[in-house]
Nanobody, 119 residues
Framework: QVQLVESGGGLVQPGGSLRLSCVAS????????MGWYRQAPGEQRELVAH???????DYADSVKGRFTISRDNAKNTVYLQMNSLKFEDTAVYYC?????????????WGQGTQVTVSS
């Protein structure tokens, strides 16, 4: 079992920046692909950014060029640097750890952190 704890959310003006962190409760995060998802009120949860165990990243079109996902395996932490924030980035942001080992599938979620972009 892996517990994920997100932090770094808050209220920010349009054009501002935030850095989200996701810390795992145990070592071994390097074995997991990691993702940041978000869910706005009345909307489905969507993938924002993803990073593989090898460090390959991928982003939703809506955040490309503005968000950066990174990982520090030594600290069991994944980050999401969010720049040039827009009103439509307002959502609860969730961290996900995912690993497939043969027929086994490990999938863990954090509790979420609120990001509000407002003037």
């Amino acid at each position: 079992q892996v517990q994920l704890v997100e932090s770094g959310g808050g209220l920010v003006q349009p054009g501002g920046s935030l850095r989200l962190s996701c810390v795992a409760s145990r070592s071994g995060l390097s074995l997991y692909a990691m993702g940041w998802y978000r869910q706005a009120p009345g909307e489905q949860r969507e993938l924002v950014a993803h990073i593989t165990t090898g460090g390959i990243t991928d982003y939703a079109d809506s955040v490309k060029g503005r968000f950066t996902i990174s990982r520090d395996n030594a600290k069991n932490t994944v980050y999401l640097q969010m720049n040039s924030l827009k009103f439509e980035d307002t959502a609860v942001y969730y961290c996900n750890a995912n690993r497939r080992l043969g027929d086994l599938h490990y999938d863990y979620w954090g509790q979420g952190t609120q990001v509000t972009v407002s003037s």
